[in-house]
Structures are given as structure tokens and as C-alpha cells.
């Protein structure tokens, strides 16, 4: 544990330097959240978050149900709009932005959640030819048959790197959980993300399967720079795959530094 005293430990002043990530450089930085706050009728489900992320850094967001995970990673693309605070993706602000400008920077971030949101009576190969979608102009190619050549090979090539390129034609529901996800991640790179948000994307898996999918994300951020910030409650998840911990509670972030600065015990004190 290096010496680092328990969360419960800290006095409030001093949570956010115990194990504090260095501030990268203002040009890598593909995620700038300052001063977040949300809130759904009474509650305040963030409180004044701040961090940001290099690039290519894999950062596992932990704790405990309602602390507040999910909406930050939701308020992080809009998709929930945050009551105040600023949000900047891939160098754009987010808050106040115009559909166009918002548009642009969600066809750079990939999308994996739990679910894995397959078309069930689609090919494989079929489902992460939707992908392109993202950032394709003019008519919609829905189906493997009508897209391009050149998109139903580089479709291949994605199922190629997350290992399923012998299953291209199978149909989503002949696939195991950990192939679905697998596939689901194939679709995400379809857009060629610069930055992926996966909300607990094993979390419906078993061990196995979910460490194939973990180390496929790691693989992502290590050979593509791609930035991957993930969602998890599995504490040997976080030790170690990602590059950063950031720990939330009630909508505060408690808990920010390295897997090395942390203990499987100094993690499951954080949950209790």
C-alpha cells in the first residue's frame, strides 16, 4: 500500500492529493471535466467534479450504485446535460455547443456499454458495418450486402483485431456474451474513435470472457491511442488494467491516483 492511509482515513482537504495524477500537457488532454454538477430533483448526483484525462490513459471509474459514475460518464457526451460545470471532449467544450459541433466530436468516441445493443437477426459482420454510420455521408448502408467494398472489408479488419473474424457470419444471438461485447467493441472502432467510454462492459460476463474484453480495451489505448475511461465494480478490474483510479462517492470524486498507490483492501474499504 506504500503507506497511503484508507480513504476513510483522509480529512476532505487532502483526498484529492494522496496518489494525485500529474496534469498532462493542455494539447493531450482528450477529456476536461471542471466543476460538474447534476442533479435530478433534490438530489445531487455530482458535486463540483473536476479532473481531466490524457491521451491514451485507460482510467477505471469506481464506486459504489448511485455514487454517480454512469451520469458523469453520460454528462461527459451530453447525453445527460449537466446544471453546470464544463466539459471538454477531444478539445471541443461541450456545454452550450451546437448540434454540428456536438455531432463531430460524438462520431470520435466509441460507445460500449453493458448491454451490448446487437441487431440479433444480423451477421456479425452486418453489426459492425453499422458502425461506419458515425461518420458516413449520404445514403445509410444497413446491411453487409449493400455497403461498399472497401467498408465490409475494414469490417473484417475489426473483427479480425478483437479475434472474431471466424464468426463474421454468424448471427448476433448464435454468439456467447463475451463475443457479443467483442463485436459490440468491433462497431465502436467502425468509427475509428479517438476515445471510448465503456460503461461496465463486463459486468454481464464471465471471468473469462470479461478479461478478454478488458484486455482488449487496454490493447486499444496501447497499439491506437485511443483514451479509455471504464465503469466497474470489480476491484482487480481496476488494479489491473487501468492506468488511473478515480473513485466517486455520493457524487465526489474521494479517491484519484494510480493502481500502484492502492491495495485490493484500500478498494474494498473505498466500497464499504
Same mark, same amino acid.
Given at each position: 500500500?506504500?503507506?497511503?492511509?484508507?480513504?476513510?482515513?483522509?480529512?476532505?482537504?487532502?483526498?484529492?492529493? #494522496?496518489? $494525485?495524477?500529474?496534469?498532462?500537457?493542455?494539447?493531450? %488532454?482528450?477529456?476536461? #471535466?471542471?466543476?460538474?454538477?447534476?442533479?435530478?430533483?433534490?438530489?445531487?448526483?455530482?458535486?463540483?467534479? *473536476?479532473?481531466? #484525462?490524457?491521451?491514451?490513459? #485507460?482510467?477505471?471509474?469506481?464506486?459504489? +450504485?448511485?455514487?454517480?459514475?454512469?451520469?458523469?460518464?453520460?454528462?461527459?457526451?451530453?447525453? %445527460?446535460?449537466?446544471?453546470?460545470?464544463?466539459?471538454?471532449?477531444?478539445?471541443?467544450?461541450?456545454?452550450?455547443?451546437?448540434? *454540428? $459541433?456536438? *455531432?463531430?466530436?460524438?462520431? =470520435?468516441?466509441?460507445?460500449?456499454? =453493458?448491454?451490448? +445493443?446487437?441487431?440479433?437477426?444480423?451477421?456479425?459482420?452486418?453489426?459492425?458495418?453499422?458502425?461506419?454510420?458515425?461518420?458516413?455521408?449520404?445514403?445509410?448502408?444497413?446491411?453487409?450486402? /449493400?455497403?461498399?467494398?472497401?467498408?465490409?472489408?475494414?469490417?473484417?479488419?475489426?473483427?479480425?483485431?478483437?479475434?472474431?473474424?471466424?464468426?463474421?457470419?454468424?448471427?448476433?444471438?448464435?454468439?456467447?456474451?463475451?463475443?457479443?461485447?467483442?463485436?459490440?467493441? $468491433?462497431?465502436?472502432?467502425?468509427?475509428?474513435?479517438?476515445?471510448?467510454?465503456?460503461?461496465?462492459?463486463?459486468?454481464?460476463?464471465?471471468?473469462?470472457?470479461?478479461?478478454?474484453?478488458?484486455? /482488449?480495451?487496454?490493447?486499444?489505448?496501447?497499439?491506437?491511442?485511443?483514451?479509455?475511461?471504464?465503469?466497474?465494480?470489480? @476491484?482487480?478490474? $481496476?488494479?489491473? &488494467?487501468?492506468?488511473? @483510479?478515480?473513485?466517486?462517492?455520493?457524487?465526489? %470524486?474521494?479517491?484519484?491516483?494510480?493502481?500502484?498507490?492502492?491495495?485490493?483492501?484500500?478498494?474494498?474499504?473505498? &466500497?464499504?
Amino acid at each position: 500500500m506504500s503507506g497511503l492511509r484508507s480513504d476513510h482515513e483522509l480529512r476532505p482537504e487532502e483526498r484529492m492529493e #494522496v496518489g $494525485a495524477v500529474a496534469a498532462p500537457a493542455q494539447d493531450e %488532454i482528450d477529456l476536461a #471535466v471542471g466543476n460538474l454538477t447534476k442533479r435530478f430533483g433534490t438530489m445531487t448526483v455530482l458535486n463540483d467534479v *473536476s479532473f481531466s #484525462v490524457s491521451r491514451s490513459t #485507460v482510467v477505471a471509474l469506481i464506486g459504489a +450504485n448511485g455514487a454517480g459514475k454512469s451520469t458523469l460518464m453520460r454528462c461527459c457526451m451530453r447525453l %445527460i446535460e449537466p446544471d453546470a460545470g464544463s466539459i471538454a471532449v477531444l478539445g471541443t467544450s461541450l456545454v452550450g455547443a451546437e448540434k *454540428s $459541433a456536438l *455531432s463531430r466530436v460524438r462520431s =470520435q468516441v466509441g460507445f460500449v456499454f =453493458q448491454k451490448h +445493443n446487437l441487431s440479433t437477426r444480423l451477421s456479425a459482420l452486418s453489426n459492425v458495418v453499422h458502425g461506419v454510420q458515425s461518420r458516413a455521408h449520404g445514403p445509410r448502408t444497413w446491411h453487409q450486402m /449493400l455497403a461498399p467494398q472497401r467498408v465490409r472489408e475494414e469490417a473484417m479488419k475489426m473483427l479480425d483485431f478483437v479475434g472474431l473474424a471466424h464468426r463474421a457470419s454468424s448471427r448476433a444471438d448464435q454468439l456467447s456474451g463475451g463475443q457479443s461485447q467483442r463485436v459490440a467493441i $468491433a462497431r465502436a472502432l467502425m468509427q475509428r474513435p479517438r476515445m471510448i467510454f465503456a460503461d461496465e462492459p463486463v459486468a454481464s460476463l464471465d471471468p473469462m470472457a470479461g478479461q478478454e474484453v478488458m484486455e /482488449l480495451l487496454v490493447r486499444l489505448a496501447r497499439t491506437r491511442n485511443v483514451t479509455v475511461v471504464f465503469t466497474t465494480h470489480n @476491484i482487480r478490474h $481496476a488494479l489491473d &488494467y487501468a492506468d488511473r @483510479i478515480i473513485g466517486l462517492r455520493a457524487g465526489t %470524486i474521494v479517491m484519484d491516483g494510480p493502481p500502484r498507490h492502492y491495495s485490493v483492501e484500500t478498494l474494498r474499504t473505498f &466500497y464499504a
